[in-house]
């Protein structure tokens, strides 16, 4: 794989456990030695994952002391020039999420009703 890919495949799992709640403003992101070991890259590869995400406002921090979720911005407070696609809607995306959890929970039921019926 490569590095190109590999930091955005790596910023994007930190903003699917941001947007999921696993991540919650001023949570520490996990070091960048452990990111290294987990994803099996580069500390410059997660270095540059970290930089996307602080770039994006997702993130505050590092050079030294540690990587922390940021506090989203309040719509008003965020630049015109940004408000048009820079920002994700964490509560909506959270609502979707939800959403999509409950009807793969219903279909994995559905789907254990059906094998029993078949066996």
């Known amino acids: 794989m490569s590095d190109t890919s590999a930091y955005k495949r790596i910023a994007e799992h ?3 456990q941001i947007a999921n709640g696993e991540l919650l403003p001023g949570d520490r992101i996990p070091s960048q030695e452990d990111l290294s070991a987990r994803h ?19 993130i505050q921090g590092g050079k030294g002391a540690p990587a922390i979720v940021r506090a989203l911005p309040a719509a008003e407070d965020i630049p015109e020039s940004r408000q048009e696609s820079e920002y994700v809607d964490l509560g909506t995306l959270r609502a979707e999420i939800a ?14 009703e059906l094998r029993r019926l078949l066996s």
């Open 99 to 112: 959403e999509i959890h409950d009807v793969v929970r219903d279909l994995n039921t559905r789907l254990t």
């Open 40 to 58: 099996g890259v580069s500390r410059t590869t997660v270095r540059q994952a970290l930089s996307m995400l602080e770039h994006d406002g997702l």
């Open 14 to 16: 930190i903003r699917r």
